[in-house]
């Protein structure tokens, strides 16, 4: 990614390889939640453990524009 870095590979030697070990932690825990999410007994596959929708879900209020109401 960063070939003939000098700065880049100086902070490689100080800290590790930090974006690399980001994406391995990323790609991780991506598989993770796949499993998860894929699986029977996850929250809402269950009879009764849906959970109630939130006050509010279904509507939303639209803003007002600025300048005068309509009557």
């Not at 598989?31 to 894929?38: F, Q, S």
């Not at 209020?61 to 005068?68: C, E, I, Q, V």
Request: hydrophobic content about 30%; proline content about 15%; aromatic content about 4%.
């Amino acid at each position: 990614m960063f070939q003939d870095s000098p700065i880049y590979d100086r902070l490689v030697a100080e800290c590790g390889d930090v974006p690399t070990q980001v994406r391995r932690e990323a790609e991780r825990v991506n598989r993770e939640l796949e499993v998860v999410l894929r699986s029977p007994h996850a929250p809402g596959h269950l009879p009764g453990t849906e959970r109630p929708p939130s006050p509010g879900a279904g509507w939303q209020r639209t803003a007002l524009l600025p300048g005068p109401r309509p009557a």
